[in-house]
């Protein structure tokens, strides 16, 4: 244990002792499954990581962070992390252990074993969300990660992935969130005919980016502000959409997003209420889903916050 005010613990400095090597099977989705725990890597993970930790412990509910490891040089440029770690199993390493124990091959020399948060979609449904992010089989973790940012910069109430997409805890998937994997549920492994089901029956609509959708986002983000401004000048302004009118930005939404490859499936498509399209206005032939995630989530968040 490390504390500030006594004498360090011993320097971890073997890189192939059973702790290490326990610790970095964690990289690796059967230790991970197995154990319920993940790697948060970097300061910036770290901090994040922290700071959920003790906002969940303040509030009665299990801490994030089991155990964290790092260099007296870390400590020594980042004295804010130690503080923050006060209370948590601290422990020194050198350089080579944090080397062996990371995924990356220049760590940043702090890593946090971390407690995987397994929300159900009920809970989310039970806290009546305004906005969802909803990965259907997306696979690349850097495009995992830049949806669950967007999201979180967003405002959005939860991220959900179906069964196939990517685990969001892979180390890859983890750095790439830059922390927002700590700000907000994560419900992973769900079935998509489940979770269809689920959004209509609490009234959430259901929009899915497609680059050949029949609605058009500029559009829509238009009407939402002509509503704002002028409510009793548009028609129908009053009432729940449908599938046969236009989405309403500033109603409950949950977008989908599909497979870097193949987009979303038909039965996706078709179980959606809309399907709403980012017009693109040069030469580009589509927008990377991660960029389309940012811009649909924004439209919606927006509209709703305005």
């Known amino acids: 244990m490390f504390d500030a005010g006594r004498p360090p613990a011993p320097l971890m400095s073997n890189p192939r002792a059973d702790r290490v090597k326990e610790t970095a099977k964690l990289a690796g989705r059967p230790a991970r499954l197995k154990t319920g725990r993940f790697l948060a890597e970097g300061p910036q993970a770290v901090r994040e990581a922290l700071a959920a930790h003790h906002s969940a412990t303040g509030a009665g509910r299990p801490g994030v962070v089991l155990e964290v490891f790092a260099t007296p040089a870390c400590?020594?440029?980042?004295p804010e992390l130690a503080e923050l770690a006060h209370g948590l199993p601290l422990r020194l390493a050198t350089d080579e252990v944090l080397a062996?124990?990371?995924?990356?091959?220049?760590?940043?020399g702090i890593v946090a074993v971390c407690r995987?948060?397994?929300?159900?979609?009920?809970?989310?449904?039970?806290?009546?969300?305004?906005?969802?992010?909803?990965?259907?089989?997306v696979r690349d973790p850097g495009n995992a990660g830049t949806i669950l940012r967007a999201a979180d910069s967003a405002g959005a109430d939860a991220v959900v992935l179906t069964a196939a997409s990517v685990d969001i805890h892979n180390p890859k998937a983890v750095r790439s969130t830059a922390g927002s994997l700590f700000h907000l549920p994560v419900v992973s492994g769900v079935e998509f005919e489940e979770l269809a089901a689920?959004?209509?029956d609490a009234g959430i609509t259901i929009l899915?980016?497609?680059?050949?959708?029949d609605q058009n986002l500029d559009e829509l983000q238009d009407a939402s502000a002509l509503r704002r401004l002028s409510p009793d000048s548009v028609t129908g302004a009053g009432e729940t959409a449908g599938r046969n009118s236009a989405p309403r930005l500033e109603d409950p939404s949950a977008w989908l997003f599909g497979?870097?490859?193949q987009g979303l499936s038909a039965a996706q498509l078709d179980a959606s209420d809309h399907r709403v399209a980012v017009p693109v206005y040069g030469?580009?032939?589509?927008?990377?889903?991660?960029t389309a995630a940012?811009?649909?989530?924004?439209?919606?968040?927006?509209?709703?916050?305005?």
Do not use: F
Request: aromatic share 2%.
């Open 259 to 261: 497979n870097e490859a």
């Open 294 to 306: 940012t811009v649909c989530l924004y439209a919606s968040a927006r509209a709703q916050n305005r």
């Open 75 to 78: 400590l020594e440029r980042l």
């Open 100 to 108: 062996a124990m990371a995924d990356t091959v220049t760590p940043q």
């Open 116 to 137: 995987i948060l397994s929300p159900t979609l009920q809970d989310i449904l039970a806290l009546r969300p305004k906005l969802l992010a909803v990965m259907c089989e």
């Open 198 to 200: 689920a959004l209509h």
């Open 283 to 290: 030469e580009a032939e589509s927008l990377n889903v991660g």
């Open 208 to 213: 899915a980016a497609d680059g050949y959708g």
